[in-house]
């Protein structure tokens, strides 16, 4: 899993601006070296309502980078746990399992990109906790 947190990253000219006077500035996130050659399966807008998780699961042959906008989160990847906030990004390796929780008192929104080699992304639900693998 690779973790990009907001708050360490600076603003900086975006390329198609003038240097010494730009429009808009970014905090670049990620690059294309971060994620896999692939092709998009998906660009979802998510909501994670207060108290919820989502089902613990993996995919086959996608790799998902969530964006969080809002709030707090804790994902735990192949059971090593992090907080995310508002601004960080975390890109999940293919086949990692993956679970999120919402750990903070408003609903949180969170933008996950899918990125697949073979354009199946078949996604394997894990009942339970973060072991003992049930396909659905």
């Given amino acids: 899993m690779k973790i990009v947190r907001f708050s360490q990253k600076d603003y900086v000219p975006a390329s198609h601006e003038n240097p010494d006077a730009p429009g808009v500035w970014k905090k670049v996130l990620l690059r294309h070296e971060d994620v896999i050659d692939g092709r998009i399966q998906m660009i979802n807008?998510?909501?994670?309502?207060?108290?919820?998780?989502?089902?613990?699961?993996?995919?086959?042959?996608?790799?998902?980078?969530?964006?969080?906008?809002?709030?707090?989160?804790?994902?735990?990847?192949?059971?090593?746990?992090?907080?995310?906030?508002?601004?960080?990004?975390?890109?999940?390796?293919?086949?990692?399992?993956?679970?999120?929780?919402?750990?903070?008192d408003e609903d949180v929104c969170y933008v996950a990109i899918g990125i697949t080699r073979e354009g199946r992304g078949k996604t394997v639900v894990v009942d339970g906790s973060m072991s003992g693998e049930t396909r659905r």
């Fill in 45 to 104: 807008w998510a909501r994670l309502p207060v108290g919820a998780a989502f089902q613990a699961h993996y995919h086959e042959d996608m790799q998902e980078v969530f964006i969080i906008l809002n709030g707090t989160v804790r994902l735990i990847v192949n059971a090593e746990a992090c907080e995310l906030a508002a601004g960080d990004a975390v890109v999940i390796p293919i086949g990692a399992l993956h679970v999120m929780h919402n750990i903070c």
